[in-house]
């Protein structure tokens, strides 16, 4: 990943994180409690793509394992935002851009049902049984309930600052791309100039010379006669 695309993931991630632990946690609804973190996530990874939401949610999960007041083995919500990240990131359209706001939707239920199963089913295999004792049917509502009324708010912020912050020129989407080649991009946005314009003033030039030699080779013609 570029630095710019982990700077502002890991400041994203870390308000995410504050906010849910801080807040939303304490809210004490019914069910389960808002995942922003998910949410986060789902917004980088339908920009980044599957490599990059894959690692966007595996540094989200550990460092929400290792927050307090984490009560579980450190790696179990790593382990299930990496594969949110990933299969989220599959999804990511070519320009970067979503024609509709039907997609992400399904993907934000898709992703809070598949989080809380998931998570339960790693917790099952370490002997974690908290989901039985608590009902897992309610967490599945509650969590897709949620997420789904806090990802409007959410996922499109997080998305047009994943896109802005890729607007770099010497990004992958900037003018560096559109040149074709890394070096080119350097000396387009070094010097003002593009490389095609550079071939055209030397091509202008060569014409340029040739026409002056066939002027000069018709004056010495004339002289001669």
Same mark, same amino acid.
């Given at each position: 990943m570029r630095v710019n695309r982990i700077l502002l993931s890991t400041a994203l991630i870390v308000v995410a994180l504050v906010i849910q632990v801080s807040v939303l946690a304490r809210l004490h609804l019914p069910g389960a409690v808002p995942d922003l973190l998910l949410l986060t996530v789902l917004g980088l990874a339908m920009v980044y793509g599957h490599v990059g939401g894959s690692l966007v949610g595996f540094g989200a999960?550990?460092?929400?394992?290792? %927050? +307090? +007041?984490? @009560?579980? *083995? %450190?790696?179990?919500? *790593? &382990?299930?935002?990496?594969?949110?990240?990933?299969? !989220?990131?599959?999804?990511? +359209?070519?320009?970067?851009?979503? /024609? #509709?706001?039907?997609?992400?939707?399904?993907?934000?239920?898709a992703a809070a049902l598949g989080s809380t199963?998931?998570? !339960?089913?790693?917790?099952?295999?370490?002997? @974690?049984?908290?989901?039985?004792h608590v009902g897992l049917p309610g967490l599945l509502f509650s969590a897709a309930l949620y997420d789904l009324l806090l990802a409007p708010f959410v996922v499109p912020g997080v998305m047009w600052l994943a896109r802005r912050a @890729?607007?770099?020129? &010497?990004?992958? #989407?900037? +003018? %560096? !791309?559109?040149?074709? @080649?890394?070096?080119?991009?350097?000396?387009? #946005?070094?010097?003002? &100039?593009?490389?095609? #314009?550079?071939?055209?003033?030397?091509?202008?030039? /060569? !014409?340029?010379a040739r026409t002056r030699s066939a002027r000069v080779g018709r004056i010495k013609g004339v002289k001669r006669l």
């Open positions: 999960g550990l460092l929400a394992d290792l %927050a +307090p +007041p984490a @009560d579980h *083995a %450190a790696g179990r919500y *790593a &382990l299930v935002l990496c594969v949110i990240g990933y299969l !989220a990131g599959l999804i990511k +359209p070519e320009n970067g851009r979503l /024609k #509709s706001a039907t997609g992400p939707m399904a993907v934000v239920v199963l998931l998570y !339960a089913g790693v917790g099952a295999l370490v002997g @974690d049984t908290a989901a039985r @890729d607007n770099d020129p &010497l990004t992958e #989407s900037g +003018p %560096a !791309a559109k040149a074709g @080649d890394i070096s080119s991009g350097w000396l387009s #946005s070094g010097t003002g &100039l593009r490389i095609g #314009s550079q071939r055209g003033g030397l091509g202008a030039l /060569k !014409a340029k």
